[in-house]
């Protein structure tokens, strides 16, 4: 327990420090918004392929891994719908729920995974990536689509799943490791000191989007949502890998995977697409919160069981 939460310890405190100089207005308002796009776009790309380029991705038993993920994704869809039909909510509130108890927080994941497992974690973790969030998003646009019917066109969807920067970093990285190419190390030596500041800016900037005024006016969906994600999900998880992961490593990092908080993203996708964005605030800023509790006793207690 102890070292779990000393490793998890400064991904919760940079959280904390990134709402901190957010309330006090540092460095300023007109930060954030470019940030986020510089680490999504570039810093956590040249991480991922600088780390995959290095790593022993050929010992990630990637067929495990596909198969746990798209097992959690079908169980957790599965549940949600089935409840929503016997106990049913407004439609736009349901797209929020769903959101918060599938998606997951990419940058707290990789962060996790890199102070947890160190680089091998941190390869598995990118293959759980490039399986997830294709997925993901697939299944949240479909939810959007049935439930608000706002279409989003399965054309924009696939080129947005081609285009993102992630997926793409996974790809190359994953691609030049196996072929034998590496990366040179002209590019190396860049990418090791860009890769340095990925993970410390963007935990601030994710605890920088925390809206603890939104949580203020929470509701029983946030603890629903919440229950499913942060609880269920890696009970779910525990399962899964009991019967088809042989791996310890590849199940501690799917165990940690299925107990982080939904993605700040989700907001976005629930303003655009008709869903309840006040309510997907709350979740993003609930889940957050609630998994600095839960995520040191899931991957304390849990791993035992495998």
């Known amino acids: 327990m102890n070292e779990i939460l000393t ?125 997830m969030v294709p997925l993901l998003n697939l299944l949240c646009v479909l939810i959007f689509s049935f439930y608000t019917r706002k279409e989003a066109g399965l054309l924009s969807v696939l080129l947005a799943l081609v285009k993102n920067p992630l997926i793409i970093a996974c790809v190359v990285g994953i691609s030049l490791n196996i072929s034998g190419v590496g990366l040179p190390w002209a590019l190396a030596s860049v990418a090791g000191l860009l890769s340095g500041i990925a993970l410390p800016l963007g935990l601030l900037a994710v605890g920088a989007g925390l809206n603890l005024t939104a949580l203020r006016k929470t509701s029983s969906s946030v603890i629903y949502s919440s229950a499913v994600k942060l609880l269920l999900f890696p009970c779910l998880m525990l399962v899964i890998c009991g019967l088809f992961v042989e791996s310890v490593l590849v199940a501690q990092v799917l165990l940690m995977f299925s107990a982080l908080p939904t993605a700040s993203t989700a907001y976005v996708l629930a303003r655009q697409l008709g869903g309840d964005a006040q309510l997907m605030a709350a979740i993003i800023t609930g889940q957050i919160l609630i998994s600095m509790a839960t995520m040191p006793l899931v991957l304390t207690l849990f791993p035992a069981f495998l």
Not at 88 to 104: D, E, H, L
């Open 7 to 131: 490793a998890l310890w400064p991904i919760f405190a940079l959280l904390c420090v990134g709402h901190a100089i957010r309330r006090m207005g540092f460095p300023g308002d007109g930060f954030w918004e470019p940030a986020e796009k510089l680490i999504y776009f570039l810093l956590f790309p040249v991480l991922l392929i600088y780390k995959l380029s290095l790593a022993d991705v050929g010992a990630v038993p990637i067929g495990e891994v596909a198969l746990a993920v798209v097992l959690l994704l079908t169980a957790g869809t599965s549940l949600l719908v089935i409840v929503q039909w016997v106990k049913p909510m407004a439609n736009s509130s349901f797209t929020s729920v769903y959101q918060g108890g599938m998606r997951f927080n990419t940058y707290v994941g990789l962060a996790a995974s890199a102070a947890l497992f160190g680089d091998e974690g941190l390869a598995v973790a990118a293959v759980v990536m490039a399986v």
